[in-house]
């Protein structure tokens, strides 16, 4: 062979050599971006989880805490209707005892009174009012002598 065909064929392959070498790392450098790009969605990932997992806790904390004051608060107002409500000693009295005689009696009697007025006035009204006009208005509107010839 001569020289310069095999300076030629070196020349060729050491073109093909770097084509190759470009693809391949090219190839190499896209699968180190997908493995970046994959290891920042799993600590991505495990940051929501952690995340969710403390959001989680801190809430059933929470309501943990809710029940309890819910029930203290449920003991608080059985013991305390036991105070107020239900006290054996407790008698209401519907005398008016605070004032004085002269004041109660007037008072029963004018209650009497006023009851006797409302009944009166309740017995005098026999019928209910008439809310309606012996004739008809509106959309519906017929004269007394248009009446007249109907009947």
């Not at 770097?18 to 290891?39: C, G, I, T």
């Not at 943990?64 to 029930?71: H, P």
């Not at 009204?125 to 010839?149: H, N, R, V, W």
């Amino acid at each position: 062979m001569s020289f310069p065909v095999a300076l030629s064929w070196l020349i060729a392959g050491i073109i093909i050599g770097a084509v190759a070498a470009r693809l391949y790392s090219l190839r190499q450098f896209n699968q180190n971006k997908l493995q970046v790009e994959l290891d920042e969605s799993k600590q991505q990932l495990q940051k929501y989880r952690s995340e969710v997992s403390s959001h989680l806790e801190t809430t059933q904390q929470l309501m943990s805490q809710l029940q309890d004051n819910y029930e203290r608060i449920a003991s608080h107002m059985a013991s305390t209707r036991m105070q107020l409500v239900d006290r054996a000693g407790f008698v209401e009295k519907s005398d008016l005892n605070y004032l004085s005689a002269d004041a109660a009696a007037h008072f029963r009697e004018t209650v009497g009174k006023v009851d006797e007025r409302r009944r009166k006035k309740t017995a005098e009204i026999a019928q209910q009012p008439l809310d309606y006009s012996g004739y008809s208005s509106g959309l519906m509107k017929t004269f007394p002598s248009e009446k007249k010839s109907e009947a």
